[in-house]
């Protein structure tokens, strides 16, 4: 069964629990990486300038405390990998709807991949 690194634990103790919830569920079938959780201003307004995200600070999901957002990708990464990211995303969206329904998280999820203007396939948020 796969583990979270400790980076990607840390990055995911910064989020939501039903994020917590979600990706402490897919981690036990997929493997795959918590690379973002909570941002700071900085670290917002770099992602903005370098163009990996579209909001600065403090509009990005990612920016409250705890995250209503994180970044997770399939491991090992693969960037250019676009249908892994597709299946991986399919994957977690299937998840999520379950643990929506069993009452385990209280949020629906939104995955990035999905959005037409700017599709993030590494980006989860809750609805």
């Not at 959780?37 to 999901?61: C, I, T, V, Y």
């Not at 405390?65 to 676009?82: C, G, K, N, Q, R």
């Amino acid at each position: 069964m796969p583990v979270f690194s400790k980076r990607s634990k840390n990055n995911l103790t910064s989020c939501h629990e039903d994020l917590q919830t979600l990706f402490n569920e897919v981690i036990q079938i997929v493997d795959c990486a918590v690379i973002c959780g909570h941002r700071g201003e900085k670290d917002q307004n770099e992602a903005f300038n370098k163009g990996f995200s579209k909001l600065m600070w403090p509009k990005s999901k990612h920016n409250s405390l705890p995250s209503m957002a994180a970044d997770v990708v399939p491991y090992p990464i693969d960037w250019f990998d676009t249908q892994r990211f597709r299946d991986f995303g399919a994957y977690v969206l299937k998840v999520a709807n379950r643990l929506y329904k069993e009452g385990k998280i209280t949020h629906k999820v939104v995955w990035g991949g999905n959005w037409k203007s700017f599709p993030d396939m590494p980006h989860y948020e809750l609805k």
